[in-house]
């Protein structure tokens, strides 16, 4: 694609850090964002842009998480060189990073550096400001317990929002005041971690030096299992990733039942994004209850 297809105020925006621009090459795979590799005269970068009114503030919330995880010092974090906001579009300039093909020993070390992430810690679960799981406001008001937390800020939330689309229903609910017993019973002990927030395969790549990198976060101090639990999800990770993570940090014994309940949330937000087929998967859980 040529640079100058661009908006306007995009191209504008790239070539005031990069110089004139060579070449853009559309990224794949993003179903919320635009986005892809831009060259300049003076380097390269990856740019990532949305429209200002409908997802205002999201491109400063991500610098925000991708900022708080790389003051973890612990996986490899794309550097943020600007954010731009403006009308129509917001946008995100980052750094690239070139893709590489992981070994077993890579995914190893993965798992050690998340693990190390995780042990990152804070007094209360949430943080200090909102940002987005994919294209949804995900609240982060802050909370004692991570039960609450949970409750209050990442399901009640999406249930409010699948039954105003009529994918729940009254009886799903029944389910769900089991599941925040369960919560209450088991997890009330939960130290607040430092987590991505949004850990699918998609957000999880490699650099030709085999580094684990993290990219599009949704940020939060919550559950370790939250970031466990979603890798599970759309693919799953290698074997190799959960045992460096186990070397560093070990899971409960518990640990299937604890991550079908945090997967309900990432569930729930494919359900109120994309439709009824997530459904089924998701009250497969809720009938475990």
């Known amino acids: 694609m040529r640079p100058d297809l661009l908006p ?23 179903c919320i964002n635009n986005g892809g590799r831009i060259v300049g005269q003076n380097g390269q970068a990856f740019l990532k842009w949305n429209s200002a009114a409908e997802f205002p503030g999201m491109f400063i919330a991500e610098a925000k998480g991708l900022a708080e995880l790389k003051q973890a010092n612990s996986c490899r974090i794309p550097d943020v060189l600007a954010v731009y906001e403006g009308d129509p579009n917001d946008a995100l300039l980052l750094e690239y990073i070139e893709p590489g093909r992981p070994s077993r020993g890579d995914w190893f070390r993965f798992g050690s550096q998340l693990a190390h992430l995780h042990q990152t810690s804070t007094e209360t679960f949430g943080l200090d ?3 987005y799981m994919g294209s949804l406001r995900q609240s982060n008001q802050q909370h004692e317990s991570f039960p609450e937390f949970f409750r209050n800020e990442r399901l009640e939330p999406q249930i409010k929002l699948a ?81 460096g993570y186990q070397e560093q940090f070990t899971m409960e014994s518990n640990v299937k039942i604890i991550w079908d309940v945090l997967n309900l949330y990432p569930l729930l937000i494919h359900v109120n994004l994309f439709g009824s087929g997530y459904l089924s998967q998701t009250r497969q859980i809720l009938r475990m209850f």
């Open 163 to 243: 039954l105003k689309k009529g994918f729940l229903n009254g009886s799903d609910l029944e389910y769900f005041d089991k599941i925040y017993s369960w919560l209450e019973r088991e997890m009330n002990d939960e130290l607040p971690a430092l987590v991505h927030g949004d850990l699918w395969s998609g957000n999880a790549m490699f650099c030709t030096e085999g580094e684990g990198v993290l990219i599009d976060p949704a940020v939060s101090y919550s559950s370790r299992h939250a970031d466990l639990a979603m890798t599970t999800l759309f693919g799953g990770f290698p074997d190799e990733f959960y045992q």
């Open 129 to 131: 400001h909102s940002n």
């Open 8 to 30: 306007g105020e995009l191209k504008e925006f790239c070539e005031s850090h990069l110089g004139t621009l060579k070449s853009f090459s559309p990224a794949s795979g993003g």
